[in-house]
């Protein structure tokens, strides 16, 4: 199979998207990262991704009326560059429903927490303020609700005592620089099957390497 022409759709810093970029550039993997999307034209990602030689494109959210619009152009910047398949990687805008049904099975995210605890913003200070002793990060099929939708690969790290949102966080993005790409390998081999909410065959795949990291 060749490999899938992939959009990474971004709104900032766009670390995961390097990391994504980094593990497609072996000739084996099954993604080839076609387009670098971001609804911020100046998100400092784009600069990353040009550097890479990776075709680029800014749609500013802020001058259409609505979502519709916006994703009007979206899709149109996506078929302009014949994508199929999607990686949101710190993309903060929310998605019609009508745009992730188009997209069903071959759009995936990745969230900062230890899905389905902590959907939405602000993971890393509310785990700390719940006290728990787990958190982690989350890729998963994006589907209508937010944070939500079957789930390919995750991965833990401790809290530790001393941690603030930002050490927390950083350890947590670690992981998430682990499991994405490890996740677009799977979920473009089209080696699993989804079944419900359930990512059947993943488990084979990630076995060894989606792990909870030793302490610092
Ligand atoms: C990442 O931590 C990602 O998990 C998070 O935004 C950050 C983007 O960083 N995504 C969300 O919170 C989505 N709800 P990056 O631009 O360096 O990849």
């Known amino acids: 199979m060749s490999a899938r ?18 593990a497609a550039r072996n000739p084996d993997f099954p993604a080839q990262i076609a387009l670098v999307l971001s609804n911020r034209p ?12 990776i075709a680029t494109a800014a749609v500013d959210h802020k001058i259409y009326a609505g979502r519709e ?12 560059h014949r994508i199929d398949f999607i990686c949101l990687a710190g993309f903060m805008r929310l998605l019609t429903a009508s745009f992730v049904e188009r997209w069903r099975g071959r759009m ?15 993971t890393h200070e509310r785990a700390l303020a719940d006290g728990v002793k787990l958190h982690g990060c ?10 939500s939708g079957p789930i390919i690969a995750q991965a833990a790290v401790p809290v530790l005592d001393d941690d603030t ?29 989804i ?9 084979k795949t990630n076995d060894n390497r989606t792990l909870v990291s030793p302490r610092p």
């Open 69 to 80: 619009a916006f994703e009007g152009s979206l899709q149109a910047m996506l078929d302009t």
């Open 42 to 53: 100046d998100a400092p990602g784009l600069a990353t991704a040009k550097a890479h030689g």
């Open 5 to 22: 022409r992939t959009a990474i759709l971004i709104s900032g810093r766009g670390s995961n998207m390097a990391s994504l970029i980094d």
């Open 165 to 193: 949102p930002e050490t927390l966080g950083a350890r947590v993005l670690a992981q998430e620089h682990v499991i994405y790409p490890l996740a677009l390998e799977i979920a473009a081999s089209g080696r699993v099957r």
């Open 108 to 122: 995936i995210n990745i969230h900062p927490a230890i899905l389905p605890s902590y959907k939405g913003l602000h």
């Open 138 to 147: 989350t890729v998963h099929y994006v589907v209508p609700e937010m944070d």
């Open 195 to 203: 079944d419900g909410n359930r990512v059947i065959g993943a488990a």
